[in-house]
């Protein structure tokens, strides 16, 4: 019996981490959900500003701070993991990955036993630009801490986001390849602005990759962007014309959305009849 009660007891607090980091109504999930926003933003942010020129105080206060977060993102992790009805699905979910890799540079660097060992998988930090990522978990459906929006909104968040991001994870990656071989690339927002100049094809040539794996970085970036951007953004003009339409089947060849007043099929001509209000 009392292992049981044990059991059921585990089950009932393995469904409550699971609504609590689900949910976007208690106050409990909203501020779970506020939390971990703006430790995300502050998380992006160390990593901006490290390559500024800060004291070594101020540095190793980011160090700190960067380890205290990730610890927080750990225990997210480990929680997300613990309450998931499938625990393999979870563990392969998109998210639950990106969520593991932006923190996983700083696990390792946070338990070298030396400090060589350190210096010499510090590259390892670059992969901190895929944090960024996180903010996509956000956007996984209509149900934010705020309340809850529409699809076409959610859309154009998500085409903004891709946006950022691509621009974002571009600069951090063209900073890390840059930064030591051309002197342009000073800091972040130096290799932000030639990741704008360069994805927006304008091209002033004030900037210009110094190294090899700087090109890539750049065609790749490139490359990313017309095809996310215009993806996205497909995809709200797909749902804004097809939310003027109504789902009537043409009776001959099966074609589901047609216009709101539409009489006849588009598709093969067809007789629909398809009612609709003239006043409208």
């Not at 990106?98 to 670059?126: E, H, K, Q, Y």
């Not at 002033?204 to 970085?217: C, K, Q």
């Amino acid at each position: 019996m009392a292992g049981r009660a044990t059991s059921t007891d585990d089950r009932g607090f393995r469904e409550s981490v699971r609504f609590y980091l689900l949910d976007h109504e208690t106050e409990l999930g909203k501020t779970i959900d506020i939390s971990l926003l703006v430790l995300n933003l502050a998380f992006v942010g160390i990593f901006v500003a490290e390559t500024y020129p800060i004291s070594q105080r101020t540095r190793s206060l980011l160090w700190q701070t960067e380890i205290a977060i990730t610890g927080v993102f750990l225990v997210e992790y480990v929680l997300r993991l613990y309450g998931a009805q499938d625990r393999t699905d979870e563990a392969l979910d998109p998210y639950t990955i990106v969520d593991l890799l932006s923190i996983l540079p700083t696990l390792v660097l946070l338990v070298s036993p030396v400090p060589a060992l350190a210096a010499n998988i510090g590259f390892l930090r670059v992969v901190r630009v895929v944090r960024v990522l996180r903010f996509y978990r956000f956007t996984k459906d209509e149900e934010f801490f705020f309340g809850t929006i529409e699809v076409g909104t959610l859309r154009a968040v998500k085409l903004l986001l891709t946006v950022l991001v691509v621009l974002f994870t571009a600069a951090g990656l063209f900073y890390t390849a840059e930064h030591r071989a051309n002197p342009a690339i000073e800091t972040f927002g130096d290799s932000f602005y030639y990741t704008v100049v360069a994805l927006s094809t304008v091209g002033f040539g004030d900037i210009v990759p110094a190294t090899r794996l700087g090109r890539w970085v750049t065609v790749a970036a490139i490359l990313a962007g017309i095809i996310l951007i215009p993806w996205q953004a497909s995809r709200i003009v797909k749902a804004w014309s097809s939310g003027e339409k109504v789902d009537v089947t043409c009776p001959n060849c099966g074609l589901s959305k047609h216009d709101a007043d539409a009489s006849h099929c588009k598709a093969c001509g067809h007789v629909i009849y398809q009612e609709y209000d003239e006043e409208s």
